[in-house]
């Protein structure tokens, strides 16, 4: 079992950076995958990234590529996504999300296959 929460949303201008964290405990974290999403009112739930258990591998949905890192802190049991040059659409509640299976882009999209979730922390981003 694991247990997700996330911190770190808020409200912020467009052009501005934002890092939310998620903080795991439970047992073997390093051994899942983790995953950051997002819903907007409205909408389906969306992959964001994702990264390896050993953070050498990282996937990200095409229109954050450049703007969003991924990263993870296995000693900390905390995985971090670095939002910068933020835009109105990416306004959302952001959910990180654990997930047993090997690393595969196909897989690390899936919202199915992750097996636990945090609570979501909000992001605004106002214009």
């Known amino acids: 079992q694991v247990q997700l929460v996330e911190s770190g949303g808020g409200l912020v201008q467009a052009g501005g950076s934002l890092r939310v964290s998620c903080a795991a405990s439970?047992?073997?974290?390093?051994?899942?995958?983790m995953g950051w999403f997002r819903q907007a009112p409205g909408k389906e739930r969306e992959f964001v990234a994702a990264?390896?258990?050993?953070?050498?591998?990282?996937y990200y949905t095409e229109s954050v590529k450049g703007r969003f890192t991924i990263s993870r802190d296995n000693a900390k049991n905390t995985v971090y996504l670095q939002m910068n040059s933020l835009k109105p659409e990416d306004t959302a509640v952001y959910y990180c999300?654990?997930?047993?299976?090997?690393?595969?882009?196909?897989?690390?999209?899936?919202?199915?296959?992750?097996?636990?979730w945090g609570q979501g922390t909000q992001v605004t981003v106002s214009s």
């Open positions: 439970g047992r073997s974290f390093s051994t899942y995958v």
């Open positions: 990264i390896s258990w050993s953070g050498g591998s990282t």
């Open positions: 999300a654990a997930s047993g299976l090997p690393f595969t882009t196909a897989q690390a999209m899936a919202v199915v296959l992750y097996d636990y």
